[in-house]
């Protein structure tokens, strides 16, 4: 298990965000395309601005009386504008160039076919841009926009006939377009990241009415903004508080159950993508074939009998060796046997501040018992989460540190190990070693040569690091809540080298550098809560993992996330951010 020294690629989310230079909507708008379930929206939505715009545009000039030829003059110029104002993103130079020959043939008085015109878009791109046309932000945006302009009126009008014409063609055809873009994406975004998710059609519903507007109110607001400040802040926050909303709305549909199902990564889950997509169109095409709609039933009860949906594909995390849960402002690592084993061992590291957040962590990753539990040191953002563990998720053993204090902060009822450095525990495919404290004296004299800890105990410097090691040789430190002095005496034991490790104290300031040098990691886990009024992790933890050619994953960005045991260095996301 090699880890690269690179930030794992399957935790960086496909997406365009759109850069206007001092306006909060389009920052919003930025987080808005870190939901990659979304992507496909946000890829049709440059269109359906530039559509919006050229509406403002060409309106009031024909109510105006003016002709049609300087009308089309006037809206390329626009359009130009807008382009110049958003930036030359792929998404937005597609658009821009369909706008082009669609406004030309107007100007010649015909009309242009949209498909005709997405084709004639992709083939100048790829002949005189081929590095755009095969950017990830200009693939999702051609792909939607041909889904939406081929599939998505064929789809309108099945959804129709299939409600009994309860639901109109408008009503239906807002259901057919996300939905055929998200379809026609879906095998692109699982190469980048092999999830998908439940919400992102319903969510691209919500939010495409809100996005447009927001856009084109925060582009008023700009220009507005030099004639006059005051009505360009009343713009400005009104688009933002569009944009807020369509954060809120994905932030809560990605914390929803189903938000990230896993499917096969690479070739595999996108043949599988297209397989299901092909099926679908077959079912749409020839819905009325009554071979058709008895294999369509036979194929949706096999999907969904809970006796069968565990062998899918989908079903369940991945197989790791390591996951790092996002449990808000505290450590929770789960650390595994490697594959193969006859017996799969699980230890935990910490329980975070909050069962109810360990107990989804552990849900999403079918963690259901323990063989230990490792409580590092007696503070509640590293045991306030064990009433968790109840049931057959209690641990068979567990290990605090050697503070009289320890022993207060345990799982009732399970045999209790003071770990003190030598300490090891060994099972097939993992070991574990305690590489610090020696002793609970051990502990109070760093806590005494501290300079300003202001924690007033010694229950950091008596944080329990592990080294855990896997027969291939991978080797994870964990830090614990280490202090710089203790941090200090760890490294002049040595402590060997580490592909990963867990940085201490959620980043605080408070590191030794000559320890981090030692280990010499490529991958290192931050778990810290989002928006902590510590303002961990720091720039200057940061700036070091930078300097050491180190990958960071941080559970207030990246969430709950696995190190799969085929290939640690892919790292996914499983679960929502805290």
Known sequence: MLLVRALPSALLVPGDPKVFPSDRLLRARTLLCLCRHYAPLSQTITGANIALVLAAVLGPLLLAGVRRRPRIVIAGAVVAGYVWLVGDEPSVQRAATMAVPLLAARFAGVRASPVAV????????????????????????????????????????????????????????????????????????????????????????????????????????????????????????????????????????????GSRITVPAGATGVLLAISAILALTIAIAARRAPLVRWATAAVLVAALAPGL??????????????????????????????????????????????????????????????????????????????EALTGSRAPDEQWICPLPDAARSVVPDVPVTVATTGHSWQREGLALEVLWPGSAQDAIVATAREDG??????????????????????????????????????????????????????????????????????????????????????????????????AVIRTDQHGTVVLPSADPAAARAVGPAR
Not at 172 to 191: D, E, F, G, H, R
Not at 317 to 324: D, I, N, Q, S, Y
Not at 471 to 500: F, I, K, N, W, Y
């Open 309 to 386: 949906a565990r062998h899918l594909p989908t079903h369940g995390a991945p197989e790791w060796t390591m996951a790092v849960c996002a449990a808000g402002q505290g450590d929770a690592i789960l650390l595994r046997s490697a594959a193969g084993t006859a017996e799969q061992t699980t230890v935990l590291l910490d329980t975070g501040p909050d069962p109810a957040a360990l107990r989804d962590c552990l849900d999403r990753l079918s963690v259901h018992r323990l063989d230990l539990l490792v409580l590092t040191h007696p503070h509640a953002d590293h045991t306030g989460g064990r």
């Open 118 to 257: 997405l084709a004639l878009t992709v083939a100048l791109w790829s002949v005189l841009d081929p590095v755009t046309a095969a950017s990830v932000g200009f693939l999702l945006s051609a792909l939607a926009t041909a889904a939406i302009l081929i599939a998505a009126p064929p789809l309108a009008s099945a959804i129709a006939e299939a409600s009994g014409q309860r639901l109109g063609e408008g009503l239906s055809l807002v259901i057919a377009v996300p939905l055929v873009a998200q379809l026609a994406c879906t095998p692109l975004l699982i190469l980048l990241t092999p999830e998908i998710s439940l919400w992102a059609v319903p969510v691209n519903m919500l939010v495409g009415p809100l996005v447009g507007p927001s856009t084109v109110v925060g582009l008023l607001a700009l220009v507005v903004g030099t004639l006059w400040p005051a009505a360009a802040r009343l713009l400005d926050t009104v688009a933002a508080g569009g944009a807020h909303l369509v954060l809120l709305i994905a932030r809560t549909a990605d914390a929803l159950p």
């Open 453 to 550: 800890s202001g924690e007033g105990d010694a229950a950091n410097d008596c944080s329990v690091v592990v080294a855990a090691t896997w027969p291939d040789g991978t080797r994870m430190v964990s830090l614990a809540d280490l202090e710089p002095a203790a941090q200090e005496q760890v490294a002049a034991a040595g402590p060997g080298r580490a592909d990963v490790v867990k940085v201490a104290h959620h980043g605080s300031r408070r590191q030794h550098e000559e320890l981090y040098d030692l280990l010499g990691a490529d991958l290192a886990l931050i778990t810290v809560g989002q928006d902590n009024t510590f303002g961990h992790p720091t720039d200057d933890v940061l700036q070091l993992l930078r300097e050491d050619g180190t």
